[in-house]
């Protein structure tokens, strides 16, 4: 949310007046989260279109790929965000769930993450029907081998490249970011996992990455922690970098398509209660803590005070409009020119990806 003029202490030095200057543009052009976050999401997929253009003679070969692909992403990705917290305030880093989940949320990462590769492994075994070519890793599978050659610092590469780094720059900025502006509710990750899978620029794959930014933003809904989405993308990142190309070989074999559907459906299917049973007491056992708890007399005590009896302060009503809002919200959301901008711009990002 953005930080309130009114409340903002001042300080002294450069960042005193970087500040100011930033607050005052906010209030006087009333920037909104449902304007500025496609904002940065449509920065973030003009700097990704652009490294397309990049050829292999400047990003190397081997390690030097690996550290040219690392240095990619954070240039288009985690600099941006940085940028845009920064922007956001001091207090915006404490908004965005980065803390530790509680140790009895374990058991939903599990079940969800088995849920999340059913799932994937459907998708992709109906793209694949469908003559498309479902391989998250296309563009790089010759770097993707696993052999008796293969060193340690081999694999470290590969994993930090591929799933570590991504992992934590994607969820910092589609979980962190997009689900804290857009109020960490339906709507938040309605958008946040939109934007995710719009992001690769990819529509033969879109359904993949749109799947997969479901399940991170319901972990990061249920567990409130950016830790939990932060941990379930590395685990999944990096099951799929390492036996995707054998786990479509065998989907993919013709006479094993109906019952390797049937299997992979009811699997999925059976996870998938599990995972919204766990989901169920998570939120129960929120339900019944005490700090949840509002006793009956003080609420009466809240209720004799005319003041507070009558709504809440202007602020607090400023806040709720932005985690509530309902339908209204969501149309406002949809309607914000600079969702419309950033949709049009990824589609034509993506359409001339196939020319």
Known sequence: ?????????????????????????????????????????????????????????????????YLSLIILQ???????????TRLRGQNYSSEIGLKLMPLDRIGFIILISFTMI????????????????????SGY???????????????????????????????FAFRGIIMTEYGKGFAAMVFSSFFYALSFLDFERFPIYLLCGIFYSLTMYITRSLIASIFLHILYSAVNLFTETYVLRIIYQPEYRVLVAFAVITLFLIFL???????????????????????????????SDGKEASGESENTKTKK?????????FLECVLSPTFIACVIIAAAGGIMQLF
């Open 118 to 137: 059913l799932g994937s492994i459907f998708v992709k075994l109906t793209l694949g029907y469908m003559g498309i070519d479902a391989t998250e890793y």
């Open 273 to 303: 209660s599990a995972t919204f049973g766990e989901a169920e007491r998570i939120f129960y056992n929120e339900a019944i803590s005490d700090d949840n708890i509002i006793l009956p007399e003080k609420n009466e005590s809240l209720l």
């Open 321 to 329: 409009s932005k985690h509530t809002g309902g339908l209204s919200f």
């Open 1 to 65: 949310m953005l930080t309130d003029p009114k409340n903002t202490k001042k300080t002294d030095g450069p960042d005193s007046n970087f500040n100011d200057t930033v607050l005052i543009k906010i209030k006087k052009y009333g920037a909104k989260p449902v304007f500025t976050a496609p904002l940065l999401m449509c920065v973030i997929i003009i700097l990704s279109y652009g490294t397309r253009y990049i050829g292999d003679e400047i990003l190397g070969y081997g390690e030097s790929l």
């Open 74 to 84: 954070i240039f288009t990705i985690a600099l941006p965000c940085i940028f845009y």
């Open 141 to 171: 599978v010759s770097l993707i081998i696993i052999n008796e050659t293969t060193t340690f610092t081999d694999v470290f590469y590969m994993l930090s490249a591929f799933a570590v780094l991504p992992a934590i720059i994607h969820e």
